[in-house]
């Protein structure tokens, strides 16, 4: 018996499994050895090894109680998995490489839809998976699904592909965690990472590059995925959210994009989100918009929009504020993004017409699209004083 901190005690059949077991850090049942120089045998060994990946994966045990441990050796070319549609396995796996570029693997057949699709248990381990013509990528359809130290590249793709699939439209897919990855693209072609049915998955420290979509999302079950650590860039859309609640977007860098966020569900969590995103005055004209204070000094006055509801479309920061008392005296104005429930911001001022201005705020408030901006405004003498305000917004 062998003991694996974290994880429990395993039986260890044979030298190879204890070495293979030791180098992945998990308990697998069976280790299998893939690589261009065996001798395509049993894959037993690095001698005895099976020449194709799709040799091992037809030889790993399909009992839901299993674990096969399959080693892939670099190659000098690539691993062609050369199979029609989306060759799928329902074994439960975990592919192991040596490098994000030294087992590149391929599927060059013909008919091919995907390079590899798991129905089982599936990890992914420093592994090169390169697309052409029309090819998704890798397809996960059971939760717990993981990819680690990957690269993806689908410079060659001739039409729409996705790198990263996961799956859940026959079973909600939960639970996977995708960290360390590349994602180089066709700017017209890919989408780098597709959700479908997908919740509570978490992806990190991803670079994704050059793609027609970086991270897509559809049906309502998507729900609760958490990105941090991104970077998207010179891609025509970095994030595109269709449908799903509550998603976490914290630390992403966004810059070179045609477009960077095509929110359509707008309750979702952005924290910290760089990249260089242009400001513009909202409303566009030289009136502004009329906020009254109350009648009496030193009293609210109503809630007024300043941003309708549906006026952008995009995520976006309050970043400034242009005043014009028509009062020279002490004016207090508060924001809000929910309607008077909370205050993202609170300011005072003292001035004459046109010198109530406040400098760049640089909120960590990012509100999804769609949403309405109001103010509320008192003075310190009696009322009601008008002011008149513009906000300096920046779209992400």
């Not at 449908?243 to 707008?266: H, P, S």
């Amino acid at each position: 018996m062998i003991g694996n901190s974290g994880v429990g005690a395993c039986e260890i059949s044979s030298l190879n499994e204890a070495i293979g077991a030791s180098i992945i850090g998990l308990c697998v049942t069976d280790v299998l050895f893939v690589s261009p120089n065996g001798d395509n045998s049993d894959g037993s060994s690095w001698t005895k090894a099976y020449t194709t990946i799709q040799a091992a994966l037809d030889a790993a045990s399909t009992d839901a109680d299993d674990c096969t441990l399959i080693n892939i050796g670099p190659h000098a070319t690539y691993y062609d998995i050369n199979t029609t549609g989306d060759p799928t396995w329902s074994a439960n796996v975990i592919l192991n490489g040596t490098h994000r570029l030294w087992a590149a693997i391929r599927n060059t057949h013909a008919s091919a839809t995907s390079i590899m699709k798991f129905t089982g248990k599936a990890s992914l381990i420093n592994l090169a998976i390169f697309q052409t013509g029309t090819v998704d990528g890798v397809i996960f359809t059971k939760s717990g699904w993981r990819v680690r130290r990957s690269g993806f590249n689908s410079e060659s793709l001739t039409g729409p592909a996705a790198s990263i699939c996961i799956d859940g439209s026959a079973a909600l897919v939960r639970g996977g965690i995708m960290e360390d990855v590349q994602i180089r693209g066709h700017v017209t072609h890919t989408r780098a990472i597709h959700l479908d049915t997908a919740k509570i998955n978490e992806f990190k420290n991803i670079f994704i590059y050059k793609c027609a979509t970086g991270i897509h999302i559809e049906d309502a079950d998507s729900d609760g995925n958490y990105f941090h650590n991104l970077e998207i860039g010179e891609c025509a859309l970095g994030i595109d959210i269709d449908a799903g609640n509550n998603q976490l977007f914290k630390d992403i860098n966004l810059y070179g994009n045609t477009r960077n966020i095509d929110d359509e569900v707008g309750d979702h969590s952005y924290k910290n989100i760089q990249g260089s995103f242009p400001i513009a005055i909202y409303p566009d004209n030289f009136t502004g918009v009329t906020v009254a204070s109350d009648a009496v000094a030193d009293t609210w006055g109503s809630l007024t929009e300043l941003i309708a509801a549906n006026a952008i479309d995009n995520p976006f920061r309050v970043v400034g504020y242009i005043f014009d008392p028509d009062v020279s005296q002490w004016s207090r104005m508060r924001f809000t993004g929910d309607g008077g429930t909370t205050y993202f911001d609170d300011t005072m001022f003292d001035g004459q017409k046109n010198l109530g201005t406040k400098a760049l705020a640089g909120t960590e408030f990012v509100f999804n699209a769609d949403t309405k901006i109001e103010a509320v405004a008192k003075v310190i003498g009696a009322g009601p004083d008008n002011i008149q305000v513009w906000l300096e917004v920046q779209e992400i």
